[in-house]
């Protein structure tokens, strides 16, 4: 039994070794950041998105959703209100940090009614169907920060970079 | 000595009704025959599919007996532990009569024999049910209390490396991004507390990946190896369920419940999920994570059986993103006919349950039938959709669908045809919108056809056209056909040896539509298309079979990729799968994808049942991915037979890990 025992050990120790040994250099590791300052959706339907209605702007870079916190949703950091020209705007000061490679995003009503109120990579005003937004992060470093802006066409949403 | 395992004399005196029965037959001591039986009378074709052909569609064929029941013996040994389902038509079957179960991860069951439970006579049968014999032994099926506790444990480790760089993706290596270790546990509890009343619990102490050195995309170290080591000593010695189950040392996955014969009682949390529920054509309740759990309501069987007609009802509180929210169901079935009415509701309120009704802002109301007549099968599902917040719309806020099949003689023709409507606004709070309701604002023709011209070949097709209802003057009309083949070679080769294919297209009518995200320009793309072929015995005594999969993915706006993965079977539910792939660059595509390409992935995997049967002969497997992965975290996870996640997955990307499983 006692063999046994090493042998398990051996194997999984041996594969974090390789892991390890395989390299830990950072010439592929050479990204250095991009700054978010701005989050901004215009053209938003008044039904069911009415001015007032406070949406809360989430992301993943891997590591889980921050909505996956529920103080995501009473944070301002990353909550506005619809105004009545139907934009919604966020802005982050200082800017948001993006180190991964890229971000997955979504926008969702902080009242939590988001299977009638999330605005995902294409589609606004429906259930959670569809995928979420998803952006290359530019490595254009902290120094050029960026805004993230959406436009809604009936039920579509096109996001871009500016 | 055969022994009968489950005993379906209620389903034997209710002609019609389906019928299950797994049989074993000890042949000396060490090896026995299992026969599964199983009864359809409408079923053109039925395999029994499962641990014993490692899940392979579409499992071990069934044949006809002499009693018109599908019919199919395997050979296995007295220590084999065999979860399996029935599968037909895409349909995977649970045995309601098999002699134990087991959450198969999906939010349903897998039928579970374990043979010497069985041939020592400590599995029940069908509770209260008379001692059979059977070739003159008599076998005691009936006991006052079972219990018994299982685990599922997995620990292993997982190195993911980059490939190419993150920012200049001209630049090559292999450098790692993360290493780490792996570790889930399940405990599973079950069986009958006193006559009339079984329970379960069904939990995952911890399902985590724990990195201990990891970079991020810019070269950062966190974290380092000294920081996770002295992190995993003290964690595992002080504390190890909070180490491995997170900041909150809860289970993240509970379910048990109770069942008498008048009710069913069902509760859990985290990533538990109650079975799905798909009385007629869709989902209304899928079996997704229950993270802020529920509570089931369910008749008992004394309840559900009123002489022919079989009654389900279900009612069941729950909570979803913080809010209160409700489902339930009435479904009653007599022979092959079925009526369903669910109802689902969400609240505003997170706590005020008397408040539940005040502040509800969206209901769904399902009703489907389903039956036959003269020889033709008709399916019908209908949803209307109330949102407190908007006035009532009938064509925005509802969905319908109505399908109608027919099968002739020896599947001479099998062919099914379907129209579906879906309001902009038609939604299920619980369902599957995406194969149930549809995309919201379109209507869509489906049908599906097959045919076998001979004994040893199927030809099929299914296809689709669906409308974008606003957009009629545009023709926005998308269609999409999915035609195959499945060719028994058998007769040509003297082994079991099977060739299936198929190819899937789209082609777009929309006024100057293209698909030219998808890479084409043109209106048709011929997106994905595949081959498998299996071939039994290629080496006898060394390999059981091999699998064969050729696939091309064609999606992709600038890459294409083509896999080719062989699955070669090991006595013993062990495999060695070997994979290759080329990924080739559109001539559309930017120069900087070119040179960026990582034009060959490559991938070894495998598993193998360790030879210790002190730890119940665990399972080891593993694998080393570049540039592709066909795997998933386990055996290969193809889609159809090209690798899933499209051209763009794992590329840039590489993978070393292994775990070990074991179960008692």
């Given amino acids: ?162 | 000595m055969i022994r009968r395992a489950s005993l379906t004399t209620l389903c034997l005196l209710m002609a019609g009704l389906l019928f299950a029965e797994v049989r074993i037959k000890d042949l000396d001591g060490t090896n026995v025959e299992i026969t599964f039986t199983y009864k359809d009378d409408k079923a053109s074709e039925m395999g029994v599919i499962g641990s014993l052909d490692n899940w392979t569609v579409p499992g071990e064929a069934m044949e006809k007996n002499a009693d018109g029941l599908w019919e199919k013996t395997i050979k296995a040994l007295a220590t084999d532990e065999i979860q399996y389902k029935f599968y037909s038509k895409g349909s995977w079957i649970f045995d309601e009569k098999s002699p134990d179960k087991k959450d198969d991860g999906y939010g349903a069951f897998n039928g579970l024999i374990v043979v010497a439970d069985i041939l020592s006579g400590v599995t029940p049968a069908v509770p209260g049910a008379a001692p059979v014999t059977v070739a003159g032994v008599a076998v005691v099926n009936t006991y006052p209390s079972k219990l018994s506790f299982g685990m599922t444990a997995v620990v292993g480790s997982k190195t993911t490396f980059a490939t190419q760089g993150m920012v200049d993706k001209t630049v090559k290596g292999l450098e790692t991004d993360t290493t780490g270790l792996y570790g889930r546990m399940t405990w599973n509890f079950n069986g009958t507390l006193m006559p009339g009343m079984t329970v379960f619990f069904n939990g995952t102490a911890f399902d985590k990946y724990v990195p201990l050195w990891q970079q991020d995309s810019t070269g950062l170290v966190s974290p380092t190896l000294d920081q996770s080591v002295a992190a995993l000593v003290s964690g595992l010695l002080a504390n190890p369920i909070n180490y491995l189950g997170g900041a909150n040392p809860s289970l993240t996955s509970l379910k048990t419940g109770i069942e008498t014969p008048l009710l069913k009682i069902e509760t859990g949390t985290g990533q538990a999920a109650p079975t799905k529920h798909n009385p007629v054509l869709w989902d209304t309740l899928t079996s997704t994570n229950a993270n802020d759990g529920y509570l089931r309501f369910d008749l008992g069987s004394d309840l559900r059986k009123w002489g022919p007609l079989t009654l389900d009802a279900n009612l069941t509180p729950n909570r979803i993103q913080g809010n209160l929210a409700a489902f339930g169901w009435i479904t009653a079935n007599v022979e092959s006919s079925t009526v369903d009415f669910t109802y689902a509701a969400k609240s505003a309120t997170s706590t005020d349950v008397a408040a539940f009704f005040d502040k509800v802002y969206a209901q769904d109301f399902a009703a489907g039938v389903k039956s036959s007549l003269f020889g033709i099968d008709l399916w019908a599902q209908g949803l209307v959709n109330v949102f407190s917040e908007s006035p009532f719309d009938p064509l925005t806020q509802s969905a319908g669908e109505v399908k109608l099949g027919w099968n002739g003689p020896k599947d001479i023709l099998d062919v099914s045809a379907a129209y579906r409507y879906t309001g902009t606004m038609a939604t299920m709070i619980f369902g599957n919108n995406n194969d149930g309701t549809g995309t919201q604002g379109t209507q869509r023709v489906a049908v599906t056809l097959f045919s076998k011209p001979l004994d040893n070949l199927k030809l099929g097709v299914d296809g689709n056209g669906v409308l974008t209802t606003a957009k009629l003057a545009q023709n926005a009309v998308e269609f999409y056909a999915k035609p195959y083949l499945e060719l028994q070679l058998a007769p040509y080769l003297g082994k079991t040896a099977t060739l299936n294919a198929y190819a899937k297209m789209n082609y777009n009518l929309t006024d100057g539509a293209t698909y030219v995200e998808k890479g084409s320009a043109g209106p048709f793309i011929l997106g994905e298309g595949g081959a498998k072929f299996w071939f039994a015995d290629p080496i006898p005594g060394v390999f059981t079979g091999v699998d064969t999969f050729l696939g091309v993915n064609n999606w992709d706006k600038t890459k294409v990729f083509t896999s080719l993965v062989t699955s070669w079977k090991l006595p013993g539910n062990g495999e060695i799968d070997v994979g290759t792939g080329l990924r080739t660059v559109r001539d559309t595509a930017a120069a900087s994808v070119s040179t960026a390409n990582n034009a060959v992935g490559f991938a070894l995997g495998g598993s193998l049942k360790l030879p210790f049967p002190e730890l119940k002969s665990p399972l080891l497997y593993g694998a080393f991915t570049w540039n592709m992965d066909p795997f998933g975290e386990g055996y290969y996870s193809l889609s159809d037979y090209i690798t899933s996640g499209g051209a763009a997955q794992s590329d840039g990307k590489s993978q070393l890990r292994a775990f070990l499983k074991w179960e008692f």
């Fill in chain 1, 1 to 162: 039994m006692k063999s046994k025992t090493h042998f398990l050990a051996g194997w999984a120790t041996l594969l974090l070794t390789l892991g390890l040994l395989t390299s830990c250099d950072h010439v592929l590791h050479n990204g250095t950041s991009m700054a978010i300052s701005q989050v901004k959706l215009i053209g938003l339907p008044s039904s069911p998105y009415a001015a007032g209605t406070s949406m809360v702007f989430s992301y993943n870079t891997g590591n889980g959703w921050i909505h996956d916190q529920d103080s995501t949703f009473t944070d301002a950091k990353y909550s506005a209100k619809v105004l009545a020209d139907g934009s919604w705007t966020l802005n982050f000061s200082p800017a948001l940090l993006l180190t991964a490679s890229q971000l997955q995003y979504l926008l969702i009503d902080a009242g939590k009614n988001w299977n009638t109120m999330k605005i995902t990579k294409k589609i606004s005003g429906q259930s959670g169907i569809g995928d979420d937004g998803l952006m290359d992060n530019l490595w254009s470093g902290a120094s050029a920060p960026t805004s993230l802006v959406g436009t809604v066409s009936g039920s579509d949403v096109t996001w871009v970079w500016q």
